[in-house]
C-alpha cells in the first residue's frame, strides 16, 4: 500500500520548547488514523504543520510523494489536505450555508464543472445540517457549530481529512452520530486522521493509532495492541500502572 | 448565481427613486453655488465611504492610510494635466491605475499584518507619503541629475500647493461635475453592492469574520485582502481626480492629510460598518454635521464660541459612544427601531441571508 501522507522527521520547536520532536508515520489511503497523547503531547501541533499554520523546523512532508512543507494553508487546501479547527470557529455572521459555500467556492476544485450550490446542497445533506442551512451559525448550539466545521471542511473537497477533537464537550448521543458521520465520510474515499481525547469514540472507530507524549512518538499500531503498551499506559496513568 | 437580498419591497424602490430624482433637480431648484458644491462634495465622500467600506468593512482591514489614494489621485490629474496638456477628464483613469498600483505597494507588505499592527502600519505609509509629497519640489532641487525636474515649474507644489487652470464658463463646469460625480457615486455603489453578492465578497466577509478559519477552506487572505485594497484604491484615487478637477488647487499638505484618512473610517463607522446603506448614511451625516459646524457660532453673553474648535472632539466623542452603544452605527439604531422589518430587509449586513 502506497503512503498518501508521509512525515519524515519532523521537527518543531517553539524557541526552547521542542513541540515535535522527529516524528516519522504514514497514513495510507483509505484509512481513519488515530491521534492520541496526553495534553501538551503536541497533536494540534503535528496538525498545524501538515495543514501549514506552521512551517516545520526541520523534517519533511509530503502528500501523494508531494512535498508541502511550507506551504500556506490555502495552497495545503488546494491540494486536498484540510483541517478542522478543535475551538470551532465558524463565520459568526454568515448563514450555515454560506459557511460551507466558502469551502465550496475556494477549496480544491474537483475534475469538470463544479456547480458550487448543488456541491453545497450536497454536503449540507450529507452531514444533516440542511434543515438548519438558514441560520446564522452562531446561533447553532455546540453539535451543530462541530458539525458545522465538519461540513465546511468537507466542501473543500478534501483527499486527506484532520479532525481535531470533534467529539470535545459533546454528550454521548452525539458522539455516536459524530462517529456514524466520520465512517460515512470515510465510505467517501477520504482518508482521515482523527485527534481525540475521547477513548472510547478513537479507539472503536481507528485503524491505527500513533501515540505522542512530549513531542515524541512512543507508540503506532492498531488500537488493541494500544490499550496493551505498558508504554503508554505509563505515559497516561503513570508507572505504577504499567506492566 | 443566487440572489443574497430578497426583492426589495415597492416601497423601498419609489424612496430610492424619490431621493434620486431629488438630487438629479436639486442644482435646478436651489440656484447657488453653496448648496451645489455642499452637494458635490458630499457625494465625494460618500464615495470615499462606499470605497473605504470594500477593506475596511468588508474584509475588515481597518486602514488609516486612504489618504494616501486621495492625495495620488489629485495630484496624478494635477501634474499630468499641467504637464502635458491632456485633458483633465482623461486623467482620471490613470490617476485611478496609480492609486491601485500605490495600494499593492503599501497593502503587500503591510496587509501581512493583522487587525491593529495593520492599522498602525497604515498610519506610518499615510504620515510618511504626506512629509514625502510636501517635500518632494525642495528635495528635487538639491539633486543634480534631477534639478530640471522642478526648475521652471513646480511637481507637488510643496507648502503652497498646485493650481490648474480655471475654466471660463464656471457655473456650467461645475454644473456638469455635479452630475459627473452624482453618476460616479452610483457607480461606487454598485460596486460596493456587486462585491456583496459574489464570489470575491464571500471571500472579504470570511477573512473579516475569521482569517484563520478563511484560510484552512482554500482562501488565499494575503491576495484577496490586496484585492480588496486595490480596488479601494482605485475608487479614491478617482475622487482625488474629481476632487481636483472641481477645486482648482490641491495642497499635498490637505490632500494626504490624516484628517482626510480619519473622515474615511470615521463615516461607515458612524453609519454602520460592513454594511452597504452604512458607508452612504455616515457620508452624509459627517458631512452635514461638518457643515452645520464650520457655520455655526454661538454667542453667549460676551463669549463667542466657534464650533469648528469642537469638530474632532465631537467625532472622537461620537466614536466611542458607537462603538460603546451600536457597533451598528446608524442603521444598526435604526434597524432596532420599531416596525424595522423593511429596514432590516434592505439593508442586510455582512450576508445574513443564504
Known amino acids: 500500500m502506497s503512503a498518501l501522507l508521509e512525515c519524515r522527521d519532523l521537527v518543531k520547536h517553539f524557541g526552547g520548547l521542542v513541540a515535535v520532536n522527529r516524528v516519522s508515520f504514514q497514513v495510507h489511503a483509505g484509512e481513519i488514523f488515530g491521534l492520541i497523547g496526553p495534553n501538551g503531547a503536541g497533536k494540534t501541533t503535528l496538525f498545524r504543520l501538515i495543514s501549514g499554520v506552521y512551517p516545520p523546523t526541520a523534517g519533511q512532508i509530503l502528500f501523494k510523494g508531494e512535498k508541502i512543507a511550507g506551504l500556506k494553508p490555502h495552497a495545503t487546501c488546494h491540494k486536498?489536505?484540510?483541517?478542522?479547527?478543535?475551538?470551532?470557529?465558524?463565520?459568526?455572521?454568515?448563514?450555515?450555508?454560506?459557511?460551507?459555500?466558502?469551502?465550496?467556492?475556494?477549496?480544491?476544485?474537483?475534475?469538470?464543472?463544479?456547480?458550487?450550490?448543488?456541491?453545497?446542497?450536497?454536503?449540507?445533506?450529507?452531514?444533516?445540517?440542511?434543515?438548519?442551512?438558514d441560520k446564522l451559525s452562531k446561533n447553532l448550539p455546540l453539535a451543530g457549530r462541530k458539525r458545522l466545521e465538519i461540513a465546511r471542511a468537507l466542501a473543500a473537497n478534501p483527499e486527506l481529512l484532520l479532525l481535531d477533537e470533534v467529539v470535545a464537550g459533546l454528550n454521548p448521543t452525539e458522539t455516536a452520530q459524530t462517529?456514524?458521520?466520520?465512517?460515512?465520510?470515510?465510505?467517501?474515499?477520504?482518508?482521515?486522521?482523527?485527534?481525540?481525547?475521547?477513548?472510547?469514540?478513537?479507539?472503536?472507530?481507528?485503524?491505527?493509532?500513533?501515540?505522542?507524549?512530549?513531542?515524541?512518538?512512543?507508540?503506532?499500531?492498531?488500537?488493541?495492541?494500544?490499550?496493551?503498551?505498558?508504554?503508554?499506559?505509563?505515559?497516561?496513568?503513570?508507572?505504577?500502572?504499567?506492566? | 448565481m443566487k440572489r443574497f437580498y430578497p426583492p426589495r419591497t415597492l416601497l423601498a424602490w419609489l424612496v430610492a427613486i424619490g431621493s434620486l430624482g431629488m438630487l438629479v433637480i436639486l442644482p435646478i431648484l436651489f440656484k447657488g453655488s453653496y448648496w451645489q458644491t455642499l452637494a458635490f462634495i458630499t457625494f465625494l465622500f460618500v464615495s470615499l465611504s462606499i470605497s473605504w467600506n470594500i477593506t475596511g468593512g468588508y474584509a475588515g482591514q481597518v486602514s488609516f492610510g486612504h489618504s494616501t489614494f486621495l492625495g495620488l489621485g489629485a495630484f496624478a490629474t494635477a501634474i499630468i494635466t499641467l504637464r502635458t496638456?491632456?485633458?483633465?477628464?482623461?486623467?482620471?483613469?490613470?490617476?485611478?491605475?496609480?492609486?491601485?498600483?500605490?495600494?499593492?505597494?503599501?497593502?503587500?507588505?503591510?496587509?501581512?499584518?493583522?487587525?491593529?499592527?495593520?492599522?498602525?502600519?497604515?498610519i506610518g505609509v499615510g504620515e510618511a507619503t504626506r512629509l514625502f509629497m510636501t517635500n518632494l519640489d525642495d528635495s528635487l532641487r538639491n539633486i543634480p541629475r534631477l534639478k530640471e525636474l522642478v526648475k521652471y515649474r513646480p511637481l507637488t507644489g510643496g507648502a503652497s500647493g498646485l493650481t490648474l487652470p480655471i475654466p471660463p464658463d464656471i457655473q456650467s463646469y461645475a454644473l456638469k461635475f455635479y452630475y459627473v460625480a452624482l453618476l460616479f457615486m452610483l457607480g461606487v455603489l454598485a460596486v460596493s453592492w456587486w462585491i456583496r453578492r459574489s464570489r470575491f465578497g464571500l471571500a472579504l466577509f470570511a477573512i473579516n469574520m475569521d482569517p484563520d478559519a478563511a484560510e484552512t477552506l482554500g482562501v488565499s487572505t494575503a491576495r484577496y485582502n490586496v484585492l480588496a485594497l486595490m480596488v479601494s484604491a482605485f475608487l479614491v484615487g478617482v475622487v482625488g481626480s474629481l476632487y481636483a478637477q472641481y477645486f482648482f488647487f490641491i495642497d499635498p499638505r490637505e490632500m494626504f492629510s490624516f484628517q482626510n484618512s480619519i473622515a474615511m473610517v470615521l463615516m461607515p463607522i458612524i453609519g454602520g460598518i460592513g454594511t452597504l446603506w452604512g458607508p452612504v448614511l455616515g457620508a452624509v451625516v459627517f458631512k452635514v454635521v461638518e457643515d452645520r459646524l464650520l457655520t455655526t457660532h454661538l454667542e453667549w453673553g460676551p463669549l463667542s464660541i466657534n464650533f469648528v474648535q469642537f469638530n474632532l472632539l465631537l467625532y472622537g466623542l461620537l466614536l466611542v459612544l458607537i462603538i460603546l452603544f451600536e457597533p451598528g452605527g446608524v442603521l444598526g439604531l435604526l434597524r432596532r427601531m420599531k416596525g424595522s422589518r423593511l429596514l432590516k430587509r434592505a439593508f442586510t449586513p455582512a450576508r445574513q441571508k443564504g
Open chain 1, 179 to 243: 462517529m456514524d458521520l466520520i465512517r460515512q465520510i470515510r465510505g467517501r474515499a477520504i482518508t482521515i486522521i482523527m485527534v481525540e481525547h475521547v477513548m472510547r469514540a478513537i479507539m472503536g472507530i481507528s485503524d491505527r493509532i500513533m501515540v505522542l507524549n512530549y513531542g515524541e512518538k512512543i507508540a503506532e499500531g492498531q488500537p488493541r495492541e494500544i490499550v496493551q503498551n505498558p508504554v503508554v499506559i505509563e505515559a497516561y496513568l503513570g508507572k505504577q500502572y504499567a506492566g
Open chain 1, 80 to 133: 486536498g489536505v484540510v483541517s478542522t479547527h478543535q475551538i470551532v470557529r465558524p463565520f459568526r455572521e454568515m448563514t450555515v450555508r454560506d459557511n460551507v459555500r466558502v469551502g465550496a467556492e475556494f477549496g480544491r476544485r474537483v475534475d469538470g464543472e463544479r456547480d458550487v450550490l448543488a456541491w453545497t446542497r450536497e454536503v449540507l445533506e450529507f452531514t444533516g445540517l440542511a434543515p438548519q442551512a
Open chain 2, 85 to 122: 496638456g491632456l485633458p483633465a477628464p482623461f486623467t482620471i483613469p490613470i490617476a485611478g491605475f496609480l492609486a491601485m498600483v500605490y495600494g499593492f505597494l503599501w497593502g503587500y507588505p503591510t496587509l501581512r499584518l493583522r487587525g491593529p499592527y495593520f492599522s498602525i502600519a497604515t
